[in-house]
Nanobody, 125 residues
Framework: QVQLVESGGRLVQVGGSLRLSCAAS????????MAWFRQAPGKGKEREFV??????????DYADSVKGRFTISRDDAKNTVYLQMHSLRPEDTAVYYC????????????????WGQGTQVTVSS
């Protein structure tokens, strides 16, 4: 079992920056690929892929909508994955979730079996 706790979400103005954190506990964090997803209001159950980082930071992947604005990183010594967000837009408003997988990563949210509780990011114009 891996327990994940996100933090850092808040209200921010358009064009602003924010850094989300996801602290992990339980199994060996370095063995897990980590990803960020988001769920916008009124979009049902489906979660949108944002970014992922593989084990040992061997590979990074981003959704087209956030490329060049968001950066995912991990600190295995701190059991934490981060999402640095710049140039925030109203359409980035969502609940952001981190997820973990021991078998690589995927853009499909149903691939993951470990999730945090989410942190709300609201971008105000």
């Amino acid at each position: 079992q891996v327990q994940l706790v996100e933090s850092g979400g808040r209200l921010v103005q358009v064009g602003g920056s924010l850094r989300l954190s996801c602290a992990a506990s339980g199994r060996t964090f370095s063995n897990y690929a980590m990803a960020w997803f988001r769920q916008a209001p009124g979009k049902g159950k489906e979660r949108e892929f944002v970014a992922a980082v593989n084990t040992r930071s061997s590979h990074y992947d981003y959704a087209d909508s956030v490329k060049g604005r968001f950066t995912i990183s991990r600190d295995d010594a701190k059991n934490t994955v981060y999402l640095q967000m710049h140039s925030l837009r109203p359409e980035d408003t969502a609940v952001y979730y981190c997820a973990a997988s021991s078998v690589g990563y995927s853009h499909n949210w149903t691939f993951y079996n470990y999730w945090g509780q989410g942190t709300q990011v609201t971008v105000s114009s």
